[in-house]
């Protein structure tokens, strides 16, 4: 498998129907998605200053929206770094297996709904930084 990079990670438009009255955003699998969603969960109070995330998965893909609020997420392919905003419930990132994600600068208030590709499995996350590095170069060098 060769490694995912940064620019893997795709801004989509969801579907935003409504008017004056308010709005709804579906979100259906296969279609906004590129996968089957196995898994929905969601982060809020969080303090302002504070990070979550800070992880990559083997096998899990996400796909991350600020339903309400805002929160920026730095994305890492271990060469490169890229920081995205996510701050409209219209707008969601997908961030596929193998990139280190942490979602950062929370405003007050914020709600980041996540759906993920796989259920949840302790065994399928990196949490430790080094061992992603690892995880990386071994990819390198079993694609040559």
């Known amino acids: 498998m ?3 990079t940064i620019w893997d990670c795709n801004l989509v438009y969801l579907p935003k129907l409504g008017d004056r009255k308010g709005h709804i955003t579906p979100v259906t699998n296969l279609k906004e998605l590129p996968f089957e969603t196995k898994r929905v969960f969601y982060l809020y109070d969080i303090p302002g200053g504070e990070s979550r995330g800070a992880h990559a998965h ?3 893909h996400q796909f991350l929206v600020a339903v309400s609020g805002a929160f920026e997420v730095l994305l890492d392919d271990g060469n490169s770094k890229r920081q995205v905003l996510l701050n409209r419930p219209d707008l969601g990132l997908m961030i596929p297996a193998g990139i280190w994600a ?3 600068n929370f405003s007050s208030g914020a709600v980041c709904l ?3 590709s796989e259920k949840y499995n302790e065994k399928d996350y990196i ?3 080094s061992d ?3 995880f990386i170069q071994s990819n390198d060098s079993s694609a040559s």
């Open 2 to 4: 060769a490694n995912k």
């Open 58 to 60: 083997y096998e899990c």
């Open 102 to 104: 942490s979602e950062i």
């Open 114 to 116: 996540v759906l993920a």
């Open 127 to 129: 949490r430790d930084y």
């Open 132 to 134: 992603y590095l690892k």
